[in-house]
């Protein structure tokens, strides 16, 4: 009976892992062989005007497959993972209506999880008022006071969140305050039942030495294009260093650099550093997710051949 279910199910191709794997062009090489379309699962490809800091793909590397969920959203425009999960799943059932399989592609954990999982998040806005008094607390009181407030109502939000994290503990506390229930609680509610769709998921991954030296290749190769320039224009045209979305990597490093804080030599070191260890943080979460089946670029020698290994595990299925 099970089986039937999952089968009646509509499907979804996941292809993910640490960044610098190279996701983009496999979820294209795959696509091109399926009849798919491809759904951003990168919550920094959102942002219009901030290209070569996200890697974001060409329109010549897209190769005429079509692409969701990129470019959708100013810099300083807020965007949650509850919306990302309304729109990406509206896209997936528009994609199969053209009987295209959708694919979603991505190393945004929370983003993913929000889309393949009953995962509910709080049934409330932002409250722009309630926000903004927790902010002058945190400034006057301490971020490690504010982290403690979450944890004296939700622990378990707490354990999982930095104290310096301040945007994520300010969240939680608003979904407390504004509905009375944790925030835990939304995602603990569904966790143990069947995903949504019938998955088909794939990690890439590599040598932690290989990734670290692509990541640092990447990191030359962005720089080289003009990452310095992209940010100047950002903050010339009036985007605060402080945005949620400049405060991500490859923008936050740059800015400090071009506000005179570091030099360039500095700021480029900092963004191999802190994307390597981005990188790890990606592999701890993915890790947890048994669903995945992990492909190792190293032993098939090219993304191509990746490509192919999924394409192949497809086969017969849709």
């Not at 929000?114 to 309630?130: C, K, M, N, R, W």
């Not at 944790?182 to 998921?201: E, G, I, V």
């Not at 506000?259 to 500095?266: A, D, P, R, V």
């Amino acid at each position: 009976m099970k089986d039937k279910a999952e089968n009646a199910m509509e499907p979804l191709i996941v292809i993910t892992g640490p960044t610098a794997t190279g996701k983009s062009e496999v979820g294209v090489l795959v696509a091109e062989h399926v009849g798919g379309e491809i759904i951003s699962a990168d919550s920094m490809l959102l942002y219009r005007h901030m290209d070569i800091g996200t890697a974001k793909p060409t329109l010549a590397e897209r190769r005429g497959i079509p692409h969701h969920m990129i470019d959708i959203a100013e810099p300083d425009q807020e965007y949650s993972a509850a919306l990302y999960q309304k729109e990406a799943r509206h896209l997936i059932t528009e994609i199969l209506l053209r009987r295209n399989l959708p694919i979603l592609v991505g190393g945004t954990g929370l983003y993913i999880k929000a889309v393949i999982d009953p995962y509910e998040f709080g049934a409330t806005s932002s409250a722009p008022a309630l926000r903004e008094r927790l902010l002058i607390e945190a400034e006057q009181d301490g971020y490690d006071k504010l982290h403690r407030s979450l944890a004296e109502v939700d622990p378990e939000a707490a354990a999982k969140l930095h104290p310096r994290d301040t945007r994520r503990v300010i969240r939680a506390l608003e979904v407390y305050y504004l509905t009375g229930r944790p925030a835990s609680s939304y995602m603990k509610r569904n966790q143990y039942h069947l995903p949504l769709y019938r998955l088909f998921m794939f990690g890439l991954n590599m040598d932690r030495a290989s990734l670290y030296r692509r990541i640092e290749q990447r990191v030359d190769a962005m720089i080289a294009a003009g990452l310095v320039e992209e940010v100047r224009r950002l903050l010339e045209t009036g985007y605060s260093k402080e945005l949620n979305a400049m405060r991500s990597l490859g923008y936050k490093e740059i800015a400090a650099y071009l506000t005179g804080e570091i030099s360039l030599e500095q700021a480029v070191e900092l963004l191999k550093r802190n994307t390597r260890r981005f990188a790890k943080r990606q592999l701890t979460w993915f890790r947890r997710d048994g669903r995945i089946r992990w492909l190792d670029i190293d032993e098939f020698g090219s993304l191509k051949a990746v490509a192919k290994e999924i394409t192949k595990s497809l086969e017969g299925v849709f």
